[in-house]
């Protein structure tokens, strides 16, 4: 088990720098562009397939960090870059952990190397789990996944919303419903391969913020996929049903949901991506108020203004160390008995929207405007509070389980 520390080592800090250096001289000059267009920034998708960015082998190097910070100081540096084009290079992400947690080593071997495609032909992955009427009440799922013995094929019916890459993705996973009588414990996860007949995008959304992300619904009408692409095969499948009906059947036993427990243990990487944001637009503000003169001198030496940006870094500072202690905890298989993960993303993501929006402030009418990044960076923030559960699920998460209570 590695140590808790919060000193990077040479070859973290050279990644760091690295991540660092693209996010300035690529992601940042395009931010602006994509934000307008509302497009998947595909050509910029590509420079960091060249560099090695995206790619599974860099995304699981900073998995497996036994540190836990690889993750977090990627995504930090990422999205201190820009949202939205972050976003689109790091969502592929969320498709392929679903695969690596649930995949036989042969669907691994199979389907992720697709979901990535190479730089000088991208694809991107799209991991679909939220529903119309089913978001944090992940028990709700209607999206049936029917088996047909006599062709080894499941059928699947329903529609999936909020899908980053919905639609667009060379590889779509899917979480659907095999036995409703079992709420959360009767989901499974699928594969829908490319060009599969039935699978087609919805709406796309036209979003406040993250926009050079693609988000969109995506409509699954009898899709048949091969019994193969069932994660982890019937087999393991008919067990764990069978496991939990002798469980519903012995009534009395609650048990914590899987699907919840999944998202407490992925939210500190949301939580860095918040205080990237939030980072960003504190750097801004801070020349601003260094630059930017009034009444004869720099705006930062009004203490109106200086505390303001004394607040922003201590919050900055502080949201940081809640994602690192979770992501430590993560990574060396520390429970999170007080939701750690949860108290990270609702930290970091508060701060994020109260951050851009004090940047906004410091920077008066400039700030409101396009001419200037933190008017993006705060539609951007409150993406933060909304997905992998809002800040109100945060906060049930942490006093359920401060209580003692299931998580539902």
Known sequence: MAEFTMELSDEQKEVRDWL??????????????????????????????????????????????PTGLGIPMAMEELFWGDAGIALSIVGTGLAAVGVLANGTEEQIGTWIPQMYG????????????SEPDAGSDVASLRTRAVYDEAKDEWVLNGTKTWATNGGIANVHVVVAVVDPDLGSKGHASFIVPPSTPGLSQGQKFKKHGIRASHTAEVVLDDVRVPGSCLLGGKEKLDARL??????????????????????????????????GTARAAYEVALEYAQTREQFGRP????????????????????????????S?????????????????????????????AQAIQILGGNGYTREYPVERMHRDSAI?????????????????????????
Not at 51 to 58: E, K
């Open 20 to 65: 660092h250096g693209f996010a300035a001289d690529v992601i940042r000059p395009a931010a602006a562009e994509w934000d307008e267009r509302e497009e998947t920034p595909w050509p910029v998708i590509q420079e960091a397939a060249k560099v090695g960015i995206y790619s599974l082998d860099f995304y699981a190097q900073q998995y497996f960090d």
């Open 118 to 129: 190479d730089a000088n032909d991208v694809k991107v992955a799209a991991f679909c789990s």
């Open 242 to 275: 069978a496991r939990a009906r002798e469980k519903a059947k012995k009534g009395g036993e609650r048990v914590k949901n899987a699907a919840m427990a999944t998202f407490e243990a992925s939210r500190p990487a949301v939580g860095a991506m918040a205080v």
């Open 299 to 326: 705006i930062i030496d009004n203490q109106g203004v200086a505390f303001q940006l004394a607040d922003m870094r201590t919050s900055i500072d502080a949201a940081r160390l809640l994602v690192w202690r979770a």
């Open 328 to 356: 430590w905890m993560a990574i060396n298989g520390k429970p999170f008995t007080a939701a750690e993960g949860s108290m990270s993303k609702l930290f970091a993501s508060e701060t994020a929207k109260k951050v851009t």
């Open 384 to 408: 933060y509070t909304i997905f992998e559960g809002t800040s109100e699920i945060q906060r049930l998460v942490i006093a359920r389980t401060l209580a003692g209570m299931p998580i539902r």
